[in-house]
């Protein structure tokens, strides 16, 4: 008798567990895809702005500067650098909106600002574009992995790390898989 109650005690319990580890992971996918459905259109913006320069320009008022033809952006909400800076704090964590800034000023010199008005360089890269439907995510630690489809020309895996800054939720890092 005592052999039969450990038994479904020690059943009862890896049930639990399971069940625990299951309820886990439909959490970290149900919390990642609220996650980037509120970052969406922030992030579709960014994308634009640093990466594919699908953004209105305008093509009348050019400026060289330092060797490089900028054109002004023609965006509402976006018009100068803070107002940049404010759209990555939105999307980002304050270490990775510093780095595409860096990226975006630097690196690759797209976006710079001239008497308060944000310019931006007539250039294309494909970006980090992350597709609709999420493969899985998982909780590691503090942070919110999450499985992904960046979406280039040929699909590839992707990895997006979110994190929880000022409230929100965050993209801390965003890479191809493996």
């Known amino acids: 008798m005592k052999k039969n109650t450990l038994l479904l005690v020690i059943g009862a319990v890896c049930l639990a567990a399971a069940a625990a580890v299951y309820a886990t992971g439909a959490s970290a996918v149900q919390t990642a895809r609220e996650a980037l459905a509120a970052l969406q259109e922030d992030y579709s913006k960014v ?63 797209v976006l710079t600002e001239r008497d308060g008005r944000l310019y931006r360089a007539d250039a294309y890269e494909p970006g980090w574009p992350i597709g609709p439907e999420l493969e899985g995510a998982k909780w590691d630690g503090d942070a919110l992995t999450v499985q992904v489809t960046l979406e280039w020309n040929e699909p590839v895996p992707g990895v997006v790390t979110l994190r929880r800054e000022d409230g929100a939720w965050k993209i801390d890092s965003i890479e191809r898989a493996g």
């Open 47 to 109: 994308q634009a702005l640093a990466y594919t320069g699908f953004v209105d320009l305008d093509s009348e008022a050019p400026a060289a500067l330092d060797g490089v033809l900028y054109f002004p952006v023609e965006d509402e909400q976006v018009k100068s650098m803070e107002d940049v800076r404010a759209l990555l704090g939105r999307v980002y964590t304050q270490s990775k909106a510093a780095e595409v800034l860096d990226y975006c000023t630097g690196t690759t010199r």
